[in-house]
């Protein structure tokens, strides 16, 4: 049993609130537990200086953590001039992850900006944002459908993200922050509705680990993302 009182296999309750900022052409709110992220799609008639001419779209995304979305104070990365290290790993693999269920040729030269704000985090902030974000994305994209922008959808199948790690020689689904701090390794996974792995992130932390962890690991995440699915589908 968990600090939380959750089976090792047992994901954090999901709720996803769509339309959450009405001004944006995609926004949901995804609350994981006691992490929530507000996920926005924003649509611009143009693309980067290197894609321009050959008809092609793009996705991108930015993340960032609120201030007191921690226990303690986090200062406001603008103040300190740019990104950390840790924030411009986390929005290469936001924007890695997106693109690799968007047909980018269906978009014509527009690109979408997907903008995850952490308003709390207790754990998988960065698994929260992609799931999140992918809702946003969606949105963003059926109103570019409906509104005659684009002939059809271009995301190829939902795509969602879960945090899995080894806590005290068990394999868990869906860390807290309690749970990965001290977890000895540490694996963050995003895949496709069709089980296809996007990306795979695993980390030993204080020890390393072995084949079967490792397929114990990702068996755990399979079943979180299809249940994270369950819940993009359901809106």
Same mark, same amino acid.
């Given at each position: 049993?968990?600090?939380?009182?959750?089976?090792?296999?047992?994901?954090?309750?999901?709720?996803?609130?769509?339309?959450? #900022?009405?001004?944006?052409?995609?926004?949901?709110?995804?609350?994981?537990?006691?992490?929530?992220?507000?996920?926005?799609?924003?649509?611009?008639?143009?693309?980067?200086?290197?894609?321009?001419?050959?008809?092609?779209?793009?996705?991108?995304?930015?993340?960032?953590?609120?201030?007191?979305?921690?226990?303690?104070?986090?200062?406001?990365?603008?103040?300190?001039? /740019?990104?950390?290290? /840790?924030?411009?790993?986390?929005?290469?693999?936001?924007? /890695?992850?997106?693109?690799?269920? @968007?047909?980018?040729?269906? #978009?014509?030269?527009?690109?979408?900006?997907?903008?995850?704000?952490? #308003?709390?985090?207790?754990?998988?902030?960065? @698994?929260?944002?992609?799931?999140?974000?992918?809702?946003?994305?969606?949105?963003?994209?059926?109103?570019?459908?409906?509104?005659?922008?684009?002939?059809?959808?271009?995301?190829?199948?939902?795509?969602?993200?879960?945090?899995?790690?080894?806590?005290?020689?068990?394999? =868990?689904?869906?860390?807290?922050?309690?749970?990965?701090?001290?977890?000895?390794?540490?694996?963050?996974?995003?895949?496709?509705?069709?089980?296809?792995?996007?990306?795979?992130?695993?980390?030993?932390?204080? /020890?390393?680990?072995?084949?079967?962890?490792?397929?114990? =690991?990702?068996? #755990?995440?399979?079943?979180?993302?299809?249940?994270?699915?369950?819940?993009?589908?359901?809106?």
């Amino acid at each position: 049993m968990r600090t939380d009182g959750r089976q090792h296999d047992e994901i954090r309750p999901v709720t996803i609130t769509p339309g959450f #900022l009405p001004a944006a052409e995609g926004s949901a709110l995804i609350e994981i537990g006691h992490t929530k992220v507000i996920c926005t799609a924003s649509l611009e008639e143009a693309v980067p200086g290197w894609l321009r001419g050959g008809g092609r779209g793009w996705v991108t995304a930015e993340y960032g953590m609120l201030p007191r979305s921690t226990s303690t104070r986090t200062q406001r990365e603008v103040n300190r001039g /740019r990104p950390g290290g /840790r924030t411009h790993e986390i929005q290469r693999l936001i924007g /890695r992850a997106l693109r690799s269920v @968007t047909r980018l040729d269906k #978009l014509g030269e527009r690109m979408i900006h997907i903008d995850c704000d952490v #308003l709390q985090a207790d754990g998988g902030t960065r @698994t929260a944002a992609i799931t999140g974000g992918w809702v946003a994305l969606a949105l963003a994209l059926k109103q570019m459908v409906d509104f005659r922008m684009i002939a059809e959808m271009p995301l190829s199948e939902p795509l969602a993200a879960i945090s899995v790690g080894m806590v005290d020689g068990a394999a =868990m689904l869906d860390l807290c922050y309690e749970e990965d701090s001290r977890a000895e390794v540490d694996m963050n996974v995003v895949m496709t509705a069709g089980g296809e792995f996007a990306e795979v992130q695993s980390t030993g932390e204080s /020890r390393t680990f072995t084949l079967h962890q490792l397929e114990q =690991m990702l068996e #755990l995440a399979k079943n979180g993302v299809a249940k994270l699915i369950e819940a993009q589908r359901s809106i």
